[in-house]
Nanobody
Framework: QVQLAESGGGSVQSGGSLTLSCTAT????????MGWFRQAPGKEREGVAL???????NYVDSVKGRFTISQDNAKNTLYLQMNNLKPEDTAMYYC??????????????????????WGQGTQVTVSS
């Protein structure tokens, strides 16, 4: 069974940066859409960033221009570079991988799809 492990979370001040990593315990034979999600206390899980098999990306509006999702296929690793962090970015961050390409809605990668593999999460705390 493939497992995903996130790392790189921590506590930073507003305006700081963090890079999250997500590594699969073994290569995923059929890897499609990959993404980062987050959940703050008392709130529903929110999609943050997606990357499709062709490298196409999409972001939730609140992180556009500040976060960058990328992948290193050779290292079997997914990344989320987070710059200019804000207190409202505080949440548990999860990576997810699906066996199928991302769902498209109006030509954009959509967060509504289901994902086959999920990590345990890494905490990001941003103080003002």
């Amino acid at each position: 069974q493939v497992q995903l492990a996130e790392s790189g979370g921590g506590s930073v001040q507003s305006g700081g940066s963090l890079t999250l990593s997500c590594t699969a315990t073994k290569p995923i034979k059929r890897r499609g859409c990959m993404g980062w999600f987050r959940q703050a206390p008392g709130k529903e899980r929110e999609g943050v960033a997606l990357i499709d098999t062709d490298g196409t990306t999409n972001y939730v509006d609140s992180v556009k221009g500040r976060f960058t999702i990328s992948q290193d296929n050779a290292k079997n690793t997914l990344y989320l570079q987070m710059n200019n962090l804000k207190p409202e970015d505080t949440a548990m961050y999860y990576c997810a991988v699906d066996r199928y390409p991302c769902t498209l809605v109006d030509g954009l990668l959509s967060f509504v799809g289901t994902f086959d593999y999920w990590g345990q999460g890494t905490q990001v705390t941003v103080s003002s």
